[in-house]
């Protein structure tokens, strides 16, 4: 059964300092990973999206890792601001139409 | 790159009435659209895709229906609503070229 699990499921972190989220994925054939940020009561921005060849992309203070061997990727987050407060949500593509989603991080930056 | 509309933004209706949800897309001609739903503290679940007018797939069966009348036009219906209903939908559409998918702002229905 195709899955994706994010970790942790909420995360709490002072402005300014740096903060790191896992997806683990079972999803098979792998086609490619994205990183969505979604606001409150928002749809989902798209961050990163990443192939099997790629290890890592990085956008601005955001920076996605994978390991396609492990299944496993992260999302950094640099220098955290009070705007990056939202829910981040992994999700693993297995065709074009085939996307699992994870159920997200809630990401809280306080000052 | 695309732009996804959708209304109504947010709407409240009684169990039992009908529901019609629409989405319409800018900026690119004969994209695959999708609806998902977003109940609270669950991931997105996707409830139905479509690849042309009139071309319609479903993932979860369930009293909900969608149709395509126009290429960048996307309708999400239900004749009955229930209680279960309540939730955050989205409508998407695939960046073929950048294989992104682009969300719409979502439409919070509460069924009451």
């Known amino acids: 059964k195709n899955q994706v699990e994010q970790s942790p499921q909420s995360l709490i972190i002072l402005e300014g300092k740096n903060c790191t989220l896992q997806?683990?994925?079972?999803?098979?054939?792998?086609?490619?990973l994205r990183w969505y940020k979604q606001d409150t009561g928002r749809g989902p921005v798209s961050l990163t999206i990443?192939?099997?060849?790629?290890n890592t992309k990085s956008n601005g203070r955001y920076t996605a890792t994978l390991d396609a061997d492990t299944k496993q990727s992260s999302l950094h987050i640099t220098a955290s601001q009070l705007s990056d407060s939202a829910s981040y949500i992994c999700v693993v593509a297995n065709s074009g139409y085939a996307l699992n989603f994870g159920k997200g991080t809630s990401l809280l930056v306080t000052p | 790159s695309q732009t996804i509309h959708q209304w109504p933004a947010t709407l409240v209706q009684p169990v039992g009435s009908p529901l019609s949800l629409e989405c319409t897309v800018e900026?690119?001609?004969?994209?695959?659209l999708y609806w998902y739903r977003q109940a609270a503290g669950r991931g997105l679940q996707l409830l139905f895709y479509?690849?042309?007018?009139?071309?319609i797939s479903s993932e979860v069966p369930q009293n909900l229906s969608a149709s395509r009348p126009q290429d960048r036009q996307f309708i999400l219906s239900s004749k009955k609503l229930l209680l279960s209903d309540s939730g955050f939908y989205l409508c998407a559409s695939w960046g073929q070229v950048s294989g992104e998918q682009y969300f719409g702002p979502g439409t919070r229905l509460t069924v009451t």
């Open positions: 990443m192939t099997f060849s790629e």
């Open positions: 997806c683990n994925y079972t999803v098979s054939p792998f086609s490619n």
């Open positions: 900026g690119t001609s004969n994209p695959n």
């Open positions: 479509s690849v042309g007018i009139g071309q």
